[in-house]
T-cell receptor, first 112, second 112 residues
Framework: GENVEQHPSTLSVQEGDSAVIKCTYS??????FPWYKQELGKGPQLIID?????GEKKDQRIAVTLNKTAKHFSLHITETQPEDSAVYFCAATNNAGNMLTFGGGTRLMVKP | DVKVTQSSRYLVKRTGEKVFLECVQD?????MFWYRQDPGLGLRLIYF???????EKGDIPEGYSVSREKKERFSLILESASTNQTSMYLC???????????FGSGTQLSVL
């Protein structure tokens, strides 16, 4: 089955700096790669996603890049703010497209 | 907005008890999921359902069963709770199979 590795497990940045979280996946048939943000006491919430026919996608301060050849994708957050502090999860679909496999999560801390 | 409601925020049970975790969604979604969240391991899929009375095993189904008698309700059952089932349990629903999951706030289950 699909295996998703996520790094780093914790990330601390100064407010205003950029943050990058990286994930690798194992199944070359995977074609959908979402990112979820989980705030304290809440369930994860989808923040951005990308499909395998696209190399990059942006939404205001967040962007995701995908390298299909290398089987890795990354989340980029620019101009970080304290409210960006949360746990972020990457995920990839299985080859049937009906299941998501999640990475281990990254705890992002943005220091004011 | 989609709302996914989990019946309990915190639950404490004893080893060997039968445990029911309930989840209800209000957006007429076909697909519903049960995940388990443990630190460093991300979210792992226990079971999912793509229709009433239909269920599919996820990555870690052992020790669990599910029930989906109505479209809006998906129940996770621990037949005989064990201490290694102490975890955060997250329910999710989606319109499309493995995409754009909407999560509940989670149930923190402690098995003593």
């Amino acid at each position: 089955g699909e295996n998703v590795e996520q790094h780093p497990s914790t990330l601390s940045v100064q407010e205003g700096d950029s943050a990058v979280i990286k994930c690798t996946y194992s199944d070359s048939a995977s074609n959908y790669f979402p990112w979820y943000k989980q705030e304290l006491g809440k369930g994860p919430q989808l923040i951005i996603d990308i499909r395998s026919n696209v190399g990059e996608k942006k939404d205001q301060r967040i962007a995701v890049t995908l390298n299909k050849t290398a089987k890795h994708f990354s989340l980029h957050i620019t101009e970080t703010q304290p409210e960006d502090s949360a746990v972020y999860f990457c995920a990839a679909t299985n080859n049937a497209g009906n299941m998501l496999t999640f990475g281990g999560g990254t705890r992002l801390m943005v220091k004011p | 907005d989609v709302k996914v409601t989990q019946s309990s925020r915190y639950l404490v049970k004893r080893t060997g008890e039968k445990v029911f975790l309930e989840c209800v969604q209000d957006m007429d979604h076909e697909n519903m999921f049960w995940y388990r969240q443990d630190p460093g391991l991300g979210l792992r899929l226990i079971y999912f359902s793509y229709d009433v009375k239909m269920k599919e095993k996820g990555d870690i189904p052992e020790g669990y069963s599910v029930s989906r008698e109505k479209k809006e309700r998906f129940s996770l059952i621990l037949e005989s709770a064990s201490t290694n089932q102490t975890s955060m349990y997250l329910c999710a629903s989606s319109l499309f199979s493995g995409e754009k999951l909407f999560f509940g706030s989670g149930t923190q289950l402690s098995v003593l």
